[in-house]
């Protein structure tokens, strides 16, 4: 029950050290003459007890809880009967047989070796995590004791406060960026798999899209066919219709609540616009199934055009309403943050207010602009929810908006659905679509870049 009240118990004595830190650090002020004999802020020597607490007892609790149900299953496979233990297959069954008799989840059979097992899992586990638990504490103990007694008017404390939070900053810096490459790498090394068995020519310039594998020789209707085309081609099309809906609507709008509206009609009109990025994809995908398709089914049928059920049309116009929000409000926010100066200038030499928006409002705001242009485009690009309600799951090679089409994150989460076999192509075809999925993002960004670096150097 100790190891419970463990990580709590970290964290009040952490608080607990720094404030006692600082009160000793203030009586070490005192006595030397007053606070300015100090060498660094009370607060950082508060900090530097504070840290030499929580550190150590974090990094070990974080330890031990990564490796304590390996450490422990390990060990008790090690005692249990040959018979039960010998086959690797059954040892993962009698894994879980014990650890739902202790959870009482499921009802397990009355095996008494089982029960005896259980019995015994539960006893190594409390024995290991009250060991770990005073491990913890004595280190706790001892840091504090240590770094107590370390305060002094010469102490830099500031100094090594700010060397121990860089470091954690580099850190944490670091995690991100291979967290990153892992990703990156496990795509690319599944993909690279993928294309051992399909030519990359095939996959890129393929007009067919059929992933579904034959399992015998003589099987009809799984062709196997890994042509990419038509997902990317659905993925434009959506895309670049939700695009036509967001880019106008969401500039335009940003443009007036900056420029034109009142202080009072922005207030309420720029929060009433931000709700819409925060309504879940399966409502504007139930919208866009009910009431968009229908709609554009029916109009459709009066001048005689033959629509679909299932529409890119459908799902591109509620993408697009979608993501409105994400152009219109940085979009605004970058507008509003040009300098005041600029508009004056431009009032100054006599232009008007539509002029001074367009050759020096609108340029000036550009980088900003672009950027929440291309948070849009992903945001469309890997929307799965809306698609799979709308636009359906067929991969048609079309340029009608009025048929149906799918798009690369709907493929990649049909091919991923229920239990694969991560040896065949149908399953790693998911991971060769992420990588062409990553490496258009990556040109986005670089594209976007290359424009912001251009227009900043400009108006700098």
């Not at 993501?323 to 219109?328: D, H, L, N, R, T």
């Amino acid at each position: 029950m100790i190891f419970s009240y463990l990580f709590p118990a970290i964290l009040i004595t952490g608080a607990c050290g720094f404030f006692i830190g600082r009160l000793k650090a203030f009586r070490v002020g005192a006595a030397s003459g007053g606070i300015r004999e100090l060498h660094s802020l009370p607060n950082h020597y508060g900090l530097l007890v504070g840290l030499a607490i929580l550190l150590p007892a974090l990094i070990a609790y974080g330890l031990w809880v990564s490796v304590e149900t390996s450490l422990v299953d390990s060990r008790i496979l090690n005692e249990l009967p040959p018979d039960l233990a010998a086959n690797p297959g059954s040892q993962s069954l009698l894994l879980n047989d014990i650890k739902n008799s202790l959870a009482g989840n499921v009802t397990v059979s009355n095996d008494p070796e089982v029960v005896q097992a259980a019995a015994r899992y539960a006893e190594i586990k409390q024995t290991y995590r009250s060991a770990v638990s005073a491990a913890v504490l004595a280190m706790m103990a001892v840091f504090a004791l240590v770094s107590y007694r370390s305060i002094s008017a010469t102490l830099r404390a500031r100094n090594i406060v700010e060397s121990i939070i860089t470091f954690i900053l580099i850190l944490c810096s670091g995690v991100a960026i291979l967290t990153t490459l892992g990703i990156i790498m496990s795509v690319l090394f599944e993909a690279i798999r993928f294309f051992k068995v399909i030519p990359l020519q095939d996959f890129l310039f393929g007009l067919n899209w059929s992933p579904q594998m034959a399992i015998r020789a003589d099987q009809t209707g799984s062709s196997g066919a890994f042509g990419a085309v038509p997902v990317f081609a659905g993925t434009f099309m959506i895309a670049s219709i939700a695009m036509l809906v967001a880019i106008p609507v969401g500039l335009l709008t940003a443009i007036y609540l900056s420029e034109f509206a009142d202080q009072r009609f922005r207030t309420v009109v720029k929060p009433m616009l931000e709700i819409l990025a925060g309504i879940p994809t399966v409502v504007y995908g139930f919208f866009a199934a009910l009431v968009i398709a229908p709609m554009i089914r029916e109009t459709g049928g009066l001048v005689g055009l033959s629509v679909a059920s299932e529409s890119a049309l459908a799902a591109g116009l509620v993408m697009g309403v979608m993501i409105i929000p994400f152009v219109s409000s940085l979009s605004d926010d970058v507008i509003h943050a040009v300098p005041q100066a600029l508009r004056d200038g431009s009032y100054g030499l006599g232009a008007t207010k539509f002029e001074t928006i367009r050759y020096v409002i609108f340029p000036a705001a550009l980088p900003g602009i672009v950027g929440g242009v291309l948070l849009a485009v992903s945001r469309a690009v890997g929307e799965t929810m809306i698609v799979v309600m709308a636009a359906g799951l067929a991969a048609n090679l079309t340029a009608n908006p009025f048929q149906a089409v799918t798009t690369v994150t709907v493929q990649i989460v049909t091919l991923l659905v229920g239990d694969q076999e991560f040896d065949s192509p149908k399953t790693l075809a998911a991971f060769a679509l992420g990588l062409i999925l990553f490496i258009f993002t990556l040109v986005l960004n670089y594209i976007a870049l290359r424009v912001v670096r251009k227009y900043r150097e400009q108006y700098e």
